[in-house]
């Protein structure tokens, strides 16, 4: 059956709606792979039927003039890019959904001002359909780059002044909480080595962590370091034992620089959790390497880059690019070094 003329073009979307299956079975269905239910595939052939869908890609991806590809951007140093898990987790979360509706990920990595310049020439040649965007920055060129072409996109994070789709967690609420559940343990001189405040990430695990203390916050135990890193984390906790030697709790902005602070106090001669209690966030790989292994929060990286790249995808399918958000759960995780 095809769609009668005037209609709107039936798309993978509607048929998947019809058949209420995901888009991932619809391309299993289509490249005739073996992973999919008889059940489903009556459903996905009635509603194919239903809708009127016509599986030529190739002509419809002529006539909308799409690449078929997603630029996955991280506005980070390459270093960080290998050394945090995190990010690898989002990565594989984009690219899982991203290959189950057959789009190919290119990975941009923009590690200086040139970098920024190149990737905003790459976003208005063409090359793309859409965009997932991780540690973006206040006012960050990329960011106005997407905004301007009108380019379907998505956030991981929430960069303040940026209307866009975007997927995050709660980071000042999931920091205030662990704050208090160290507050608990009985700490009476708590300070936080405070990450990457240029992006919203930092500055809100930041407040979450002076509102946890209220009169009990003292701004001379933050300390701040530029990346969500190991080497910033031992160097951080370094300057803070200089200034309070008496430090008998700490709040790491990372889970990676939680592990250099422990590195830093073990260093120094300071028992983890006996002396100082230390509790981090991500919960990632560098959370179970410490010892002990860390207090944490728990940031769900892969569903955060899996839930960007279908928002894309459903912009990419609808065309509406109307602001939307979505807020993924960080419980706590406790273990040994608090």
């Known amino acids: 059956m095809n769609a009668p003329e005037g209609r709107r073009r039936a798309t993978v979307h509607d048929v998947a709606l019809e058949a209420g299956v995901s888009r991932g079975t619809i391309s299993r269905y289509m490249n005739g792979e073996r992973y999919v239910s008889a059940e489903a595939r009556l459903a996905i052939e009635a509603a194919i039927e239903k809708v009127g869908y016509v599986p030529n890609g190739a002509a419809r991806n002529l006539a909308a003039r799409r690449s078929m590809a997603v630029g ?9 890019f290998l050394e945090d898990p995190n990010i690898g987790s989002i990565m594989l979360g984009a690219n899982t959904a991203l290959s189950a509706a057959d789009y190919q990920m290119v990975t941009l990595i923009v590690d200086s001002e040139r970098d920024t310049e ?3 020439r790459y976003l208005s040649g063409g090359f793309i359909d859409g965009a997932v965007i991780v540690s973006a920055r206040t006012k960050d060129p990329i960011s106005r780059a ?3 072409l009108a380019m379907p996109s998505a956030f991981v994070g929430h960069p303040p002044g940026v209307l866009a789709a975007y997927v995050g967690v709660d980071n000042r ?6 704050t208090e559940r160290l507050v608990a343990t009985g ?9 990457a405040l240029d992006r ?18 003292d701004p ?12 910033a984390g031992v160097a951080g906790m370094q300057r803070l034992l200089q200034r309070a030697p008496d430090l008998d709790g700490v709040f790491a902005a990372s889970d990676a620089v939680a592990a250099g602070a422990i590195e830093a106090l073990r260093m120094a001669g300071r028992r983890v959790p006996e002396d100082v209690g230390v509790v981090g966030f991500d919960d990632s790989t ?15 990286a892969e569903g955060l880059g899996r839930a960007a790249a279908e928002a894309v995808l459903t912009q990419l399918e609808t065309g509406d690019l109307t602001f939307t958000g979505t807020m993924l759960p960080t419980p706590i995780v406790w273990r040994a070094s608090a």
């Open 187 to 195: 700490r009476r001189r708590i300070g936080m080595i405070a990450a």
């Open 220 to 231: 001379a135990l933050v300390e701040e370091v530029p990346l969500y890193s190991y080497a």
């Open 118 to 120: 190149r990737v905003a």
């Open 72 to 80: 996955f951007i991280v506005h980070e140093p390459h270093a960080l």
């Open 286 to 300: 560098w959370a179970t390497r410490t010892q002990p292994p860390l207090s944490t929060v728990h940031q769900p």
């Open 173 to 178: 609420g999931a920091a205030k909480a662990i």
């Open 146 to 148: 997407v905004e301007r």
């Open 200 to 217: 919203d990430s930092g500055s809100d695990r930041l407040a979450g962590f002076t509102s946890a203390l209220g009169s009990r916050f």
